[in-house]
């Protein structure tokens, strides 16, 4: 798990020890594999307001992953709406993925602040001794929850 958060911004950033911290557990992991959870996006979603909230300095991340092959899998929040993609690496493929929100979710693919209608979810991860990682997102359904999507923010 590494610390993406800014003092007072709803930006990401990840300090040179939670990226030594990642470099440390990818190189000792030996034949075990590497999940790394963080609250802010490393890459864009397609979401340009969102995206200028992302990590400031993702491309370091990626750059560890793509030096071990031990990290197979990328998971992280604040997007409010799921997002799963695989990045190929040429010795190796991560996986990266966005969780939905628990509560209210952002409509993807949106220039400027936008709610989506869909309701609340979580995404389920099965992690396999082999690396591979299977992942569904479960959308709870009858919470009555009612989004305002004329609204302007948050």
């Known amino acids: 798990t590494l610390d993406s958060t800014i003092h007072e911004s709803s930006a990401g950033h990840l300090a040179d020890g939670q ?5 440390n557990a990818a190189a000792n992991a030996g ?10 996006n490393p ?8 995206d ?9 991340l990626l750059n560890i992953a ?14 409010h709406q799921e997002f799963d993609t695989v990045v190929n690496f040429g010795t190796h493929r991560t996986r990266l993925m966005a969780a939905p929100a628990t509560c209210l979710q952002f409509a993807p ?3 400027t602040f936008a709610l989506d209608t869909v309701d609340p979810g979580y ?10 990682i299977e992942t569904e997102v ?13 609204s302007g923010g948050y």
């Open 19 to 23: 990226l030594d911290l990642l470099r």
């Open 31 to 40: 034949n075990r594999h590497v999940l790394v959870a963080l609250h802010h």
């Open 43 to 50: 890459i864009p979603v397609g979401s340009a307001w969102l």
């Open 52 to 60: 200028a909230m992302m990590v400031d300095n993702g491309h370091a």
């Open 66 to 79: 793509a030096r071990y092959p031990a990290v197979r899998g990328v998971v992280w929040g604040h997007v």
């Open 109 to 111: 693919r949106s220039a």
């Open 123 to 132: 995404r389920r991860l099965c992690l396999h001794s082999d690396g591979t």
């Open 138 to 150: 479960i959308r709870v359904e009858g919470l009555g929850i009612q989004p305002d999507t004329a």
